[in-house]
């Protein structure tokens, strides 16, 4: 089992969001998509906070997944499903068998600003078309807002993952934005996290 500091420090506050968004429809069954699921430790939480959601993990990396998998068996968790390969580059209809408007929620928990372009564009064209009419995608990370990166830290952050890879950085909201509308969602809400990270909000219309 993979263990991430952040992970660890920041599932609490990702799970009161998603609480909160899906109280309302805790009534009937959910069945829920993370992509890049890292270490598991978040999908696991959310499994055992909200157990009316089936959580279906994804990461492109075997280890993520072997991590996923032994935090499932050590859990028992029973809500969440065995992870699957998913890059979210490729077109929707390669994501691990999915359907068309299959998904309540498309979680997305600090991957945008470690993918390329070409990545973000797959989360909302993918999302667009897997989720329900008034599905989520969410979105958490930091961000560029209309080109301009605030504060000096998040700059240098932007710097530091450019120079890791230079397809990498910080997403700007406003392109977003623009990408959800052109695949039939809506940014409908920005919550301010910790340490500059926020949550956004997308819903298809």
Same mark, same amino acid.
């Given at each position: 089992m993979l263990l991430s500091p952040q992970a660890e420090r920041n599932w609490q506050d990702l799970c009161s969001v998603l609480e909160e968004l899906l109280e309302s429809q805790s009534h009937r069954k959910l069945f829920a998509l993370e992509l890049g699921s890292g270490t598991g430790q978040h999908i696991i939480r959310f499994g055992q906070k909200m157990p009316f959601v089936t959580w279906q993990p994804s990461d492109i990396k075997k280890e993520s997944r072997d991590s996923i998998k032994a935090y499932i068996a050590a859990t028992n968790a029973k809500t969440v499903l065995q992870p699957v390969h998913l890059d979210a580059s490729d077109t929707w209809d390669k994501w691990a068998g999915l359907s068309h408007s299959s998904c309540d929620v498309v979680i997305a928990i600090n991957l945008l600003q470690y993918s390329s372009f070409k990545t973000a564009q797959g989360v909302f064209n993918g999302a667009g078309q897997i989720l329900r009419q008034n599905g989520l995608l969410i979105t958490y990370g930091v961000y560029a807002m209309n080109g &301009?990166? &605030?504060?000096?830290?998040? #700059?240098?952050?932007? #710097?530091? /993952?450019?120079? %890791?890879?230079? !397809?990498?950085?910080?997403?700007?909201?406003?392109? /977003?934005?623009? /990408? #959800?509308?052109?695949?039939?969602?809506? %940014?409908?809400?920005?919550? !301010?996290? !910790?340490?500059?990270?926020?949550?956004?909000?997308f819903r298809k219309l």
């Open positions: &301009t990166i &605030t504060p000096s830290c998040n #700059a240098q952050l932007d #710097a530091e /993952l450019r120079k %890791l890879n230079p !397809e990498w950085g910080l997403p700007d909201i406003d392109v /977003l934005r623009q /990408l #959800a509308y052109s695949n039939g969602m809506r %940014l409908e809400r920005m919550i !301010e996290m !910790e340490e500059y990270y926020k949550c956004l909000i």
